[in-house]
């Protein structure tokens, strides 16, 4: 079965400030990976995602993504945040056969200091 | 199109009573999830349904919840008797198929007294 795991629970960056979310995932084939955006009171929003072919994928709101397969991350950049990035924001995992269902980690909220 | 349509947006019930949250997925979608979100647990899958079929109900947390999916266009989540560690946000999202990205309802929020 897969599973996600996002190691920082709290993160502050100042606004202009770079920015890496990182997430660890565990699946035995290649998996479809998603990272999401929740602002408070909402549901979630996809950023991007994942499938194959190149490994720096782009998103939204000039987030990008890199699916390393040799370490098993998928972690999340940007590189100046600005104030209104301020969110929580999930990694989540497919699986590409037909037990499809999908993970999420806990989430990391990201703090903006101005 | 409306989006994944969610209802109530708040419940607030006491502990021993039916609670019965309403999801309309998207048109066309044909994969439907429902999660639970807690502060300590984070984004719990319960159960999700593909072409009206329950596929994967693990994660419901025992038999006082249940899910159905009569028809694409209607799920419900209950929980009876309803207890005060299943206040939570509940949310439902639909997709269009596999590896599609999921589309999110604003969420009900619970709270059992």
């Known amino acids: 079965a897969q599973s996600v795991t996002q190691p920082d629970i709290h993160i502050t960056v100042s606004e202009g400030a770079s920015l890496e979310l990182r997430c660890n995932y565990s699946y035995g084939a290649t998996p479809y990976l998603f990272w999401y955006v929740q602002s408070p009171g909402q549901g979630l929003q996809l950023l991007l995602k994942y499938f194959s072919g190149d490994t720096l994928v782009q998103g939204i709101k000039g987030f990008e993504a890199e699916f390393k397969r040799s370490q098993s991350s998928f972690n999340l950049r940007k590189p100046s945040v600005h104030w209104s990035d301020a969110a929580e924001y999930f990694c989540?995992?497919?699986?590409?056969?037909?037990?499809?269902?999908?993970?999420f980690g806990k989430g990391t909220r990201l703090h903006i200091l101005p | 199109d409306a989006g994944v349509i969610q209802s109530p947006r708040h419940e607030v019930t006491e502990m021993g009573q039916e609670v019965t949250l309403r999801c309309k997925p998207i048109?066309?979608?044909?994969?439907l999830f429902w999660y639970r979100q807690t502060m300590m647990r984070g984004l719990e899958l319960l159960i999700y349904?593909?072409?009206?079929?329950?596929?994967?109900d693990s994660g419901m947390p025992e038999d006082r919840f249940s899910a159905k999916m009569p028809n694409a266009s209607f799920s419900t989540l209950k929980i009876q008797p309803s207890e005060p560690r299943d206040s939570a946000v509940y949310f439902c999202?639909?997709?269009?198929?596999?590896?599609?990205?999921?589309?999110f309802g604003s969420g009900t929020q619970l709270s059992v007294l």
């Open positions: 349904f593909n072409n009206n079929v329950p596929i994967d």
């Open positions: 048109s066309g979608h044909n994969s």
């Open positions: 989540a995992v497919a699986s590409s056969g037909r037990d499809d269902k999908i993970i």
């Open positions: 999202a639909s997709r269009r198929g596999l590896g599609e990205k999921l589309f």
